[in-house]
């Protein structure tokens, strides 16, 4: 099993900025791509932005410019800058990765509250 901790959500006013953590842990032998959703009540979830391990980036067309996702042993960053209220959601955590004998599977954080006021 891997298990994916989010850090860093919380309140900020529009033009501010925020960075999401989320560090995997548990039985991985390996992790092909990291990445971050997020959703709305009443709406699906949506990609934020993802990394894979060959580290090619992609981002939604509503945060190019001013999101960056990065990663780090087994941990993904999301620094978001020049916030706006359209990007107040929960955002999650999400790894495809693998453990010694089990094929690649999505593993889900438990996702983080980010609000920004006007």
């Known amino acids: 099993q891997v298990q994916l901790v989010e850090s860093g959500g919380g309140l900020v006013q529009a033009g501010g900025s925020l960075r999401l953590s989320c560090a995997a842990s548990?039985?991985?032998?390996?992790?092909?791509?990291m990445g971050w959703f997020r959703q709305v009540p009443g709406k699906q979830r949506e990609l934020v932005a993802a990394i894979t391990s060959g580290g090619t980036t992609d981002y939604a067309d509503s945060v190019q410019g001013r999101f960056t996702i990065s990663d780090a042993k087994n941990t993904v960053y999301l620094q978001m800058n020049s916030l706006k209220p359209e990007d107040t959601a929960v955002y999650y955590c999400?790894?495809?990765?693998?453990?010694?004998?089990?094929?690649?599977?999505?593993?889900w954080g438990q996702g983080t509250q980010v609000t920004v006021s006007s």
């Open positions: 548990g039985s991985i032998f390996s992790i092909n791509a």
């Open positions: 999400n790894a495809r990765a693998r453990g010694p004998y089990t094929m690649y599977e999505d593993y």
